[in-house]
Protein backbone atom coordinates (compact mmCIF):
# COMPACT_ATOMS: atom_id res chain seq x y z
CA UNK A 1 0.00 0.00 0.00
CA UNK A 2 3.08 2.32 0.65
CA UNK A 3 3.97 3.64 -3.07
CA UNK A 4 -0.59 4.12 -3.66
CA UNK A 5 -0.57 5.96 -0.82
CA UNK A 6 2.95 7.72 -0.72
CA UNK A 7 4.49 10.90 -2.47
CA UNK A 8 6.51 9.23 -5.42
CA UNK A 9 10.03 11.10 -4.99
CA UNK A 10 9.65 9.51 -1.44
CA UNK A 11 10.06 6.61 -2.25
CA UNK A 12 11.86 6.42 -5.17
CA UNK A 13 14.50 3.45 -5.37
CA UNK A 14 12.60 1.45 -3.12
CA UNK A 15 10.95 -1.96 -3.18
CA UNK A 16 7.82 -3.09 -1.94
CA UNK A 17 7.93 -6.89 -1.84
CA UNK A 18 5.32 -9.30 -0.96
CA UNK A 19 6.25 -9.80 2.74
CA UNK A 20 5.39 -13.52 3.34
CA UNK A 21 9.11 -14.80 1.70
CA UNK A 22 10.87 -12.54 3.79
CA UNK A 23 9.03 -12.96 7.32
CA UNK A 24 9.43 -16.70 6.74
CA UNK A 25 13.37 -16.61 6.00
CA UNK A 26 14.04 -14.56 8.47
CA UNK A 27 11.94 -16.25 11.33
CA UNK A 28 13.66 -19.40 10.47
CA UNK A 29 17.23 -17.94 10.55
CA UNK A 30 16.09 -16.37 14.28
CA UNK A 31 14.98 -19.67 15.60
CA UNK A 32 18.29 -21.80 14.04
CA UNK A 33 20.14 -19.23 15.72
CA UNK A 34 18.92 -20.16 18.81
CA UNK A 35 15.64 -17.68 19.38
CA UNK A 36 12.93 -19.27 21.79
CA UNK A 37 10.42 -16.51 20.40
CA UNK A 38 9.94 -14.57 17.17
CA UNK A 39 8.60 -11.38 17.61
CA UNK A 40 6.94 -9.72 14.48
CA UNK A 41 7.05 -6.11 14.21
CA UNK A 42 4.97 -4.52 11.11
CA UNK A 43 3.90 -1.42 9.83
CA UNK A 44 0.46 -2.76 8.71
CA UNK A 45 -2.36 -3.64 11.03
CA UNK A 46 -5.94 -4.91 11.49
CA UNK A 47 -8.85 -3.55 13.04
CA UNK A 48 -11.48 -4.80 15.81
CA UNK A 49 -14.23 -4.05 17.37
CA UNK A 50 -14.47 -5.86 20.86
CA UNK A 51 -11.30 -6.97 22.79
CA UNK A 52 -13.67 -8.50 25.43
CA UNK A 53 -12.75 -11.87 24.13
CA UNK A 54 -9.17 -12.84 22.72
CA UNK A 55 -10.07 -16.05 20.85
CA UNK A 56 -13.37 -13.62 19.43
CA UNK A 57 -12.40 -12.53 16.07
CA UNK A 58 -15.51 -12.13 14.50
CA UNK A 59 -15.73 -8.39 15.13
CA UNK A 60 -11.98 -8.52 13.17
CA UNK A 61 -11.50 -7.01 9.69
CA UNK A 62 -9.94 -10.39 8.07
CA UNK A 63 -9.68 -8.46 4.93
CA UNK A 64 -6.90 -6.08 6.94
CA UNK A 65 -2.75 -6.47 5.25
CA UNK A 66 -2.25 -7.73 9.10
CA UNK A 67 -4.79 -10.87 9.66
CA UNK A 68 -4.16 -11.51 5.48
CA UNK A 69 -0.10 -11.57 6.09
CA UNK A 70 -0.80 -14.33 9.02
CA UNK A 71 -3.29 -16.01 7.30
CA UNK A 72 -0.84 -16.93 4.75
CA UNK A 73 2.33 -17.57 6.66
CA UNK A 74 3.37 -21.26 7.54
CA UNK A 75 1.80 -22.03 10.98
CA UNK A 76 4.35 -21.52 13.92
CA UNK A 77 6.47 -18.73 11.61
CA UNK A 78 5.94 -15.63 14.65
CA UNK A 79 4.85 -15.71 17.69
CA UNK A 80 3.81 -12.24 18.46
CA UNK A 81 3.54 -9.28 16.10
CA UNK A 82 3.19 -5.60 17.15
CA UNK A 83 0.95 -3.78 14.16
CA UNK A 84 0.16 -0.42 13.55
CA UNK A 85 -1.20 1.88 10.36
CA UNK A 86 -4.34 1.51 10.75
CA UNK A 87 -5.03 3.49 13.86
CA UNK A 88 -7.07 0.80 15.48
CA UNK A 89 -7.27 -1.79 17.95
CA UNK A 90 -6.34 -5.48 17.91
CA UNK A 91 -5.61 -7.48 20.80
CA UNK A 92 -6.31 -11.21 19.91
CA UNK A 93 -4.94 -14.87 19.33
CA UNK A 94 -5.08 -15.75 15.68
CA UNK A 95 -4.52 -19.74 15.51
CA UNK A 96 -1.02 -19.63 17.67
CA UNK A 97 -0.24 -16.11 17.36
CA UNK A 98 -0.99 -13.26 19.79
CA UNK A 99 -1.27 -10.05 17.93
CA UNK A 100 -1.40 -6.76 19.70
CA UNK A 101 -1.82 -3.09 18.56
CA UNK A 102 -2.68 -0.37 20.44
CA UNK A 103 -4.76 2.06 18.41
CA UNK A 104 -2.63 5.21 17.64
CA UNK A 105 -0.62 8.25 18.92
CA UNK A 106 0.62 7.41 21.98
CA UNK A 107 -3.00 7.19 23.75
CA UNK A 108 -2.91 3.21 24.88
CA UNK A 109 -0.19 0.50 25.26
CA UNK A 110 -0.71 -3.03 25.02
CA UNK A 111 0.68 -5.25 27.90
CA UNK A 112 1.05 -9.08 27.80
CA UNK A 113 3.25 -11.26 29.72
CA UNK A 114 4.50 -13.86 27.20
CA UNK A 115 5.90 -17.17 28.03
CA UNK A 116 8.11 -19.87 25.88
CA UNK A 117 7.93 -23.48 26.15
CA UNK A 118 10.96 -25.49 26.61
CA UNK A 119 10.93 -26.13 23.13
CA UNK A 120 10.52 -22.62 22.11
CA UNK A 121 7.54 -21.19 20.71
CA UNK A 122 5.11 -18.98 22.42
CA UNK A 123 3.21 -21.18 25.42
CA UNK A 124 -0.66 -19.56 25.54
CA UNK A 125 -1.78 -21.67 28.28
CA UNK A 126 0.69 -19.55 30.46
CA UNK A 127 0.98 -16.48 28.55
CA UNK A 128 -1.30 -13.60 29.98
CA UNK A 129 -2.81 -10.69 27.74
CA UNK A 130 -3.76 -7.69 29.69
CA UNK A 131 -5.21 -5.81 26.93
CA UNK A 132 -5.07 -2.14 25.63
CA UNK A 133 -4.79 0.48 28.36
CA UNK A 134 -5.86 4.03 27.96
CA UNK A 135 -2.67 6.69 28.42
CA UNK A 136 -4.10 8.83 31.37
CA UNK A 137 -2.29 11.02 33.38
CA UNK A 138 -5.84 11.65 35.22
CA UNK A 139 -8.78 9.64 35.86
CA UNK A 140 -12.30 11.50 35.58
CA UNK A 141 -14.80 10.28 38.22
CA UNK A 142 -17.42 10.85 35.35
CA UNK A 143 -15.64 8.84 33.23
CA UNK A 144 -12.96 8.39 30.51
CA UNK A 145 -9.63 10.57 30.58
CA UNK A 146 -7.12 13.00 29.88
CA UNK A 147 -7.88 16.70 31.58
CA UNK A 148 -10.80 18.69 30.88
CA UNK A 149 -10.86 21.74 33.09
CA UNK A 150 -14.56 21.70 32.54
CA UNK A 151 -14.97 18.11 34.20
CA UNK A 152 -17.00 19.44 37.51
CA UNK A 153 -17.18 15.89 38.99
CA UNK A 154 -13.12 16.00 38.96
CA UNK A 155 -10.39 13.65 38.91
CA UNK A 156 -7.87 11.10 40.27
CA UNK A 157 -4.91 10.45 39.76
CA UNK A 158 -4.48 7.57 37.21
CA UNK A 159 -2.81 4.27 38.22
CA UNK A 160 -1.30 1.42 36.79
CA UNK A 161 -0.38 -2.24 38.18
CA UNK A 162 -0.86 -0.06 41.31
CA UNK A 163 1.69 2.31 40.77
CA UNK A 164 0.99 6.00 40.53
CA UNK A 165 1.12 7.08 36.53
CA UNK A 166 3.50 10.70 36.60
CA UNK A 167 4.41 13.23 34.26
CA UNK A 168 8.31 13.45 34.07
CA UNK A 169 8.49 17.14 35.55
CA UNK A 170 12.04 17.45 33.74
CA UNK A 171 10.35 16.44 30.69
CA UNK A 172 7.58 18.61 31.29
CA UNK A 173 9.67 21.54 31.75
CA UNK A 174 11.66 21.00 28.60
CA UNK A 175 8.51 20.58 26.51
CA UNK A 176 6.29 23.48 28.07
CA UNK A 177 7.70 26.63 25.66
CA UNK A 178 6.75 24.50 22.58
CA UNK A 179 3.67 23.48 23.75
CA UNK A 180 2.66 26.77 24.62
CA UNK A 181 3.42 28.48 21.15
CA UNK A 182 1.64 25.19 19.22
CA UNK A 183 -1.64 26.08 22.12
CA UNK A 184 -1.44 29.70 20.97
CA UNK A 185 -1.91 29.10 17.60
CA UNK A 186 -4.02 26.10 17.97
CA UNK A 187 -6.36 28.90 19.87
CA UNK A 188 -6.47 31.71 17.62
CA UNK A 189 -9.47 32.99 16.06
CA UNK A 190 -9.40 32.97 12.54
CA UNK A 191 -12.14 35.07 11.81
CA UNK A 192 -15.10 32.56 10.55
CA UNK A 193 -18.11 31.64 12.81
CA UNK A 194 -20.09 28.72 11.00
CA UNK A 195 -23.80 28.47 11.61
CA UNK A 196 -23.89 25.53 11.42
CA UNK A 197 -21.78 22.29 10.96
CA UNK A 198 -19.32 21.08 7.95
CA UNK A 199 -19.38 17.22 7.88
CA UNK A 200 -17.19 15.14 5.49
CA UNK A 201 -20.24 12.92 4.93
CA UNK A 202 -22.93 15.40 4.52
CA UNK A 203 -25.20 13.90 2.00
CA UNK A 204 -25.29 17.68 0.24
CA UNK A 205 -22.13 20.79 0.81
CA UNK A 206 -20.03 18.29 2.54
CA UNK A 207 -17.09 19.98 3.60
CA UNK A 208 -14.95 17.93 1.05
CA UNK A 209 -16.81 19.60 -1.66
CA UNK A 210 -16.33 22.43 -0.02
CA UNK A 211 -12.52 22.45 -0.02
CA UNK A 212 -12.42 21.70 -3.59
CA UNK A 213 -14.96 25.09 -4.34
CA UNK A 214 -12.41 26.64 -2.11
CA UNK A 215 -9.67 25.27 -4.45
CA UNK A 216 -11.44 26.30 -7.47
CA UNK A 217 -11.87 30.12 -6.08
CA UNK A 218 -8.38 30.09 -5.15
CA UNK A 219 -6.98 28.77 -8.77
CA UNK A 220 -9.71 29.77 -11.00
CA UNK A 221 -9.88 26.43 -11.99
CA UNK A 222 -12.48 24.61 -14.05
CA UNK A 223 -12.65 21.59 -11.65
CA UNK A 224 -11.42 20.48 -8.55
CA UNK A 225 -10.68 17.25 -6.71
CA UNK A 226 -9.39 16.39 -3.60
CA UNK A 227 -8.92 13.18 -2.15
CA UNK A 228 -11.47 12.06 0.98
CA UNK A 229 -8.44 10.16 2.77
CA UNK A 230 -6.81 14.37 3.05
CA UNK A 231 -9.80 15.18 4.74
CA UNK A 232 -9.82 14.03 8.40
CA UNK A 233 -12.02 15.60 10.68
CA UNK A 234 -15.23 17.94 10.38
CA UNK A 235 -16.09 21.31 11.61
CA UNK A 236 -18.32 21.99 14.21
CA UNK A 237 -20.48 25.27 14.61
CA UNK A 238 -19.77 28.30 15.83
CA UNK A 239 -16.63 30.71 16.34
CA UNK A 240 -13.34 28.62 14.50
CA UNK A 241 -10.24 28.40 15.67
CA UNK A 242 -6.71 28.00 13.72
CA UNK A 243 -6.28 24.43 15.07
CA UNK A 244 -10.38 23.59 14.07
CA UNK A 245 -9.24 24.15 10.59
CA UNK A 246 -5.82 22.40 10.92
CA UNK A 247 -7.55 19.24 12.07
CA UNK A 248 -9.39 18.64 8.94
CA UNK A 249 -6.29 19.58 6.89
CA UNK A 250 -3.41 18.42 8.78
CA UNK A 251 -0.28 17.70 5.98
CA UNK A 252 -0.14 21.21 4.41
CA UNK A 253 -0.25 19.82 0.98
CA UNK A 254 0.10 22.80 -2.15
CA UNK A 255 -2.37 23.33 -4.50
CA UNK A 256 -1.40 22.31 -7.87
CA UNK A 257 -3.03 22.70 -11.24
CA UNK A 258 -2.74 20.80 -14.39
CA UNK A 259 -4.27 20.95 -17.68
CA UNK A 260 -5.49 17.47 -18.23
CA UNK A 261 -7.81 16.18 -21.33
CA UNK A 262 -11.37 15.45 -21.03
CA UNK A 263 -9.99 11.37 -21.06
CA UNK A 264 -7.14 12.08 -18.24
CA UNK A 265 -9.60 13.91 -16.11
CA UNK A 266 -12.54 11.14 -16.43
CA UNK A 267 -9.15 8.49 -15.87
CA UNK A 268 -8.09 10.55 -12.65
CA UNK A 269 -11.45 10.50 -11.22
CA UNK A 270 -11.90 6.18 -11.94
CA UNK A 271 -8.76 6.06 -10.34
CA UNK A 272 -9.77 7.55 -7.12
CA UNK A 273 -13.53 5.79 -7.30
CA UNK A 274 -11.75 2.51 -7.33
CA UNK A 275 -9.48 2.66 -4.70
CA UNK A 276 -12.77 4.22 -2.16
CA UNK A 277 -14.01 1.33 -2.84
CA UNK A 278 -16.89 3.11 -4.93
CA UNK A 279 -16.73 6.11 -2.81
CA UNK A 280 -16.36 9.69 -5.19
CA UNK A 281 -13.55 11.93 -4.33
CA UNK A 282 -14.34 15.22 -3.25
CA UNK A 283 -14.72 17.55 -6.31
CA UNK A 284 -16.25 21.27 -7.56
CA UNK A 285 -17.22 22.27 -11.57
CA UNK A 286 -18.59 18.31 -12.11
CA UNK A 287 -21.32 16.43 -11.25
CA UNK A 288 -20.33 12.39 -10.06
CA UNK A 289 -23.31 10.37 -11.40
CA UNK A 290 -22.68 6.61 -10.68
CA UNK A 291 -23.40 4.07 -13.00
CA UNK A 292 -24.54 0.17 -12.76
CA UNK A 293 -21.10 -0.76 -13.27
CA UNK A 294 -19.92 0.63 -10.22
CA UNK A 295 -17.98 3.72 -11.82
CA UNK A 296 -18.40 7.43 -11.79
CA UNK A 297 -19.94 9.45 -15.05
CA UNK A 298 -18.92 12.72 -14.77
CA UNK A 299 -20.71 15.69 -16.25
CA UNK A 300 -20.00 19.05 -16.22
CA UNK A 301 -22.32 21.61 -13.85
CA UNK A 302 -24.06 22.81 -16.86
CA UNK A 303 -25.13 18.99 -17.83
CA UNK A 304 -22.53 18.26 -20.70
CA UNK A 305 -20.11 15.24 -20.83
CA UNK A 306 -16.67 16.48 -20.87
CA UNK A 307 -14.55 16.34 -23.59
CA UNK A 308 -12.18 14.18 -24.36
CA UNK A 309 -9.60 15.94 -26.10
CA UNK A 310 -10.06 19.21 -25.02
CA UNK A 311 -8.39 20.76 -22.12
CA UNK A 312 -9.23 21.60 -18.56
CA UNK A 313 -7.82 23.23 -15.61
CA UNK A 314 -7.71 20.95 -13.08
CA UNK A 315 -6.96 21.68 -9.55
CA UNK A 316 -5.77 19.20 -7.02
CA UNK A 317 -3.45 19.12 -4.14
CA UNK A 318 0.46 18.44 -4.62
CA UNK A 319 0.08 15.05 -3.04
CA UNK A 320 -2.39 13.83 -5.75
CA UNK A 321 -0.77 15.88 -8.38
CA UNK A 322 2.70 14.13 -7.63
CA UNK A 323 1.53 10.67 -7.94
CA UNK A 324 0.17 9.96 -5.13
CA UNK A 325 -2.82 6.66 -5.55
CA UNK A 326 -1.51 5.78 -8.17
CA UNK A 327 -1.88 8.97 -10.06
CA UNK A 328 0.93 8.99 -11.96
CA UNK A 329 -0.18 6.28 -14.07
CA UNK A 330 -1.96 9.51 -15.27
CA UNK A 331 0.05 12.20 -14.57
CA UNK A 332 3.33 10.83 -15.98
CA UNK A 333 2.24 11.46 -19.37
CA UNK A 334 1.20 15.24 -18.81
CA UNK A 335 3.82 17.29 -20.21
CA UNK A 336 5.62 19.61 -17.58
CA UNK A 337 4.25 22.75 -18.84
CA UNK A 338 0.61 21.60 -17.91
CA UNK A 339 1.40 21.67 -14.36
CA UNK A 340 2.44 23.71 -11.80
CA UNK A 341 2.59 23.30 -8.03
CA UNK A 342 1.42 26.76 -6.19
CA UNK A 343 3.10 28.36 -3.17
CA UNK A 344 -0.82 28.73 -1.61
CA UNK A 345 -1.60 25.45 0.46
CA UNK A 346 -5.20 23.89 0.50
CA UNK A 347 -5.49 24.80 3.93
CA UNK A 348 -4.52 28.39 2.91
CA UNK A 349 -7.16 28.04 0.32
CA UNK A 350 -10.04 27.01 2.20
CA UNK A 351 -9.04 29.61 5.21
CA UNK A 352 -9.28 32.30 2.48
CA UNK A 353 -13.08 30.66 1.50
CA UNK A 354 -14.30 30.34 4.72
CA UNK A 355 -13.90 34.23 5.46
CA UNK A 356 -15.21 35.13 2.75
CA UNK A 357 -17.99 33.22 2.98
CA UNK A 358 -18.52 32.96 6.54
CA UNK A 359 -16.68 35.61 8.40
CA UNK A 360 -16.87 36.86 11.75
CA UNK A 361 -16.45 40.49 12.41
CA UNK A 362 -16.54 40.61 15.81
CA UNK A 363 -13.83 38.25 16.19
CA UNK A 364 -11.19 39.35 14.00
CA UNK A 365 -8.57 36.59 13.01
CA UNK A 366 -5.63 37.05 15.59
CA UNK A 367 -3.34 34.25 14.07
CA UNK A 368 -0.13 34.04 15.13
CA UNK A 369 2.99 33.79 13.37
CA UNK A 370 4.61 30.10 12.80
Known amino acids: EVPRVTRPQYVEGLEFRDPIPAITAQARELRASGARLVVLLAHFGGKCRRLGDPYDVSSCDPNSELFEVLKRLPRGTVDVVLGGHTHAQVGNWLRDTLVLQPAAQGRQFALAEICAKPEGGIDPVAT ?39 PDPVLENAMKPYLNAVRAMAMAPVGVRLPQPLLRDAAQDSLGDIIARAMVESTHADVAIHNRGGVRDDLAAGLLTYGDVFEVLPFENRLMTLELSGAELKAFIDLLVTHREGLPPYVAGVLLMPRPNGSMAALLQSGEELAEDRLYKVATNDYLGTGGEGSDSIFRNVPANRQQVLDTTVLEALLTYLRKHYPDTAVPATLPQR
Open 128 to 166: TLHGNFEMCIDEWLSGGCGRDPNDSQGALPAVFLGELVE
